[in-house]
């Protein structure tokens, strides 16, 4: 039987919640060894929580140890995402902040907000469909693309979304000239680095990095999820 929902969900909770968003909406498998591995937790601390996360009635766990949300579950990670990309978009284009700062400063606020407050940074933000990354502030509005590694010498690419969102890897993006929203041409791919030829001059990234760099390309490769490893890991740090 499902429990009630309790009527606010924790820090930590919201936390979960929102990683397994990120783990569902990447197209990888909701379980207890992929949130481990996104969290950077031991697994008998993440089966604890996603015990409390089914207690409260936020997910639902199958045989198979497979986890999914409820209704309610789902709802509150659907807000919890939001307003994390409402409020870099608020950092970005109202404060200034670069986007390579924001993610950490909106996971410290997400949780501090006051729907009062929260309600003035949405209507500040107006019309903006993504965060600074790319990510649609509507969850709904997800746009397929495709990995920036897999585009083939002479594409035209528009860059849609930096799928990993950790801090180390957006420095190196910003530093290498990749923008959310940049048009370029494949200059050349080895395997080993991707050079994209855009109006302000090349840039060069690693593979791997492009792996998480999601993309509209012409001609396109065909679909793929970007490898569980890349999205979850980080450059040094690896992840999140
Ligand atoms: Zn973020
Ligand atoms: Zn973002």
Aim: hydrophobic share 40%.
């Amino acid at each position: 039987m499902a429990t009630e929902p309790a009527a606010h969900a924790t820090v930590a909770e919201e936390e979960y919640l929102e990683r397994l968003f990120w783990l569902y909406e990447a197209g990888l498998p909701m379980t207890g060894a992929n949130m481990a591995r996104a969290m950077q937790l031991s697994a008998p601390t993440v089966h604890e929580m996603l015990g409390r996360l089914e207690r409260d009635g936020y997910i639902m766990r199958t045989p198979d140890r497979a986890i999914d949300f409820t209704d309610s579950g789902r709802e509150h990670a659907e807000h919890i995402v939001s307003r994390h990309r409402m409020i870099e978009r608020f950092l970005t284009d109202v404060v200034g902040v670069p986007w390579d700062d924001v993610h950490e400063e909106a996971e410290q606020l997400e949780h501090a907000m006051t729907p009062r407050f929260e309600a003035y940074v949405r209507a500040t933000v107006g019309d903006a469909k993504t965060c600074p990354h790319g990510h649609p502030i509507k969850v709904g509005e997800r746009i397929d693309g495709v990995p920036l590694a897999d585009c083939e010498l002479g594409a035209k690419v528009t860059i849609l979304r930096l799928e990993n969102e950790a801090e180390d890897l957006l420095h190196y993006l910003k530093q290498a000239g990749i923008d959310p929203g940049m048009q370029g041409e494949i200059a050349a791919t080895d395997g080993e680095t991707v050079t994209v030829a855009t109006g302000n001059g090349p840039t060069t990234i690693t593979a791997s990095v492009a792996e998480t760099v999601s993309v509209i390309a012409d001609p396109s490769p065909p679909p793929r999820t970007a490898l569980p490893e890349q999205l979850v890991l980080g450059r040094e740090r690896y992840g999140r």
